[in-house]
């Protein structure tokens, strides 16, 4: 049962890492093959070669960097409206849209590769050892024993259960049901109750590929599928309805806060950088002034 945290934004270090997040295009997850890409996913190298030009039309929009993600209109995205690929360059946020991006297209292919990348992030072993430490301490399913013996059975067991509801909700269902699960930000032009019952209402709404509000039956339903087959791995104690729908809810509630994570993140992230590059910008120009003081 992998757990998400946060650390707290406060030191000069923790600003540069915020920055970082947002080097990848945040629109989607770019796992597709170069000819799946869409011309914001390619590189800004391959416009090097060619010859600058020292006028341009008012309606054309300059080339957009890759680091900074453009809108359905070519227009940059402000950084409180980005969604990173990682947050604080360690938490996985693969299957967030950024408010107003366009988002990668979806079919078998793709959701299967995001999923991939999901089931087997480094950052999922590392939550997998704490949650399996933390179970094994506290003799959760005795039946599982102790030690490095139970330390062993809770992380195998516990690899599975993350990895059946990551292929199921995210891959399989989706897939089957044409339903679009990724995490669609609503942004800071809302008010903040508004984008909290936003986040709620995501576990229980999704869109089509088309577009169109439906019913989360993929998100909810790969849920249940996976405490359904952990059944077959989990001693008979630890597979009774009580345990099983508490593992439910745990999962649900754990995707509501890592949505309001999501949800919020880009605010607070847009904060300190803006910070840390005014910080940066007095120390330039303190620097500045003091090399153009006369000598006395």
């Not at 959760?140 to 102790?146: E, I, N, Q, V, Y």
């Not at 008010?191 to 936003?198: C, E, H, I, K, N």
């Not at 009580?242 to 847009?270: C, H, N, Q, T």
Request: charged fraction near 15%; aromatic fraction near 10%.
């Amino acid at each position: 049962m992998p757990i998400s945290e946060m650390t707290p934004l406060s030191s000069e270090p923790a600003a540069c890492s915020v920055a970082g997040d947002f080097d990848a295009n945040p629109s989607a997850a770019n796992f597709a093959n170069p000819a799946d890409e869409t011309p914001s996913d390619l590189p800004a190298e391959i416009d090097q070669s060619a010859p600058a030009s020292s006028t341009q039309s008012p309606a054309q929009h300059p080339p957009a960097s890759s680091n900074v993600p453009v809108d359905e209109n070519g227009n940059p995205i402000p950084l409180e409206r980005q969604q990173p690929q990682r947050i604080l360059g360690f938490m996985p946020n693969f299957r967030s849209v950024s408010s107003g991006a366009k988002p990668h297209p979806l079919g078998w292919k793709y959701n299967f590769t995001v999923a991939t990348h999901q089931a087997t992030d480094y950052s999922t072993f590392i939550f997998l050892g704490l949650t399996s430490l933390t179970a094994e301490g506290l003799n959760m399913h005795a039946a599982l024993g102790k030690g490095v013996g139970g330390f062993y059975a809770y992380s195998w067991r516990g690899f599975l259960d993350k990895s059946d509801n990551t292929y199921m909700s995210a891959w399989l269902l989706p897939s089957m049901l044409h339903e679009d699960t990724r995490f669609y930000a609503l942004g800071n032009e809302h008010s903040v109750p508004v984008r909290a019952l936003y986040v709620i209402s995501r576990q229980g709404v999704a869109k089509t590929y088309g577009g169109r509000q439906t019913p989360n039956i993929a998100g909810l339903g790969g849920k249940v599928l996976a405490q359904v087959v952990s059944r077959l791995y989990y001693p008979p104690s630890a597979t009774s309805f009580v345990v099983l729908a508490s593992k439910f809810g745990y999962s649900v509630m754990r995707d509501v806060m890592f949505s309001s994570i999501r949800e919020f993140y880009p605010d607070a992230a847009a904060h300190f950088v803006r910070k840390h590059q005014k910080k940066m910008a007095a120390k330039a120009a303190a620097h500045d002034a003091q090399q153009d003081a006369p000598l006395q």
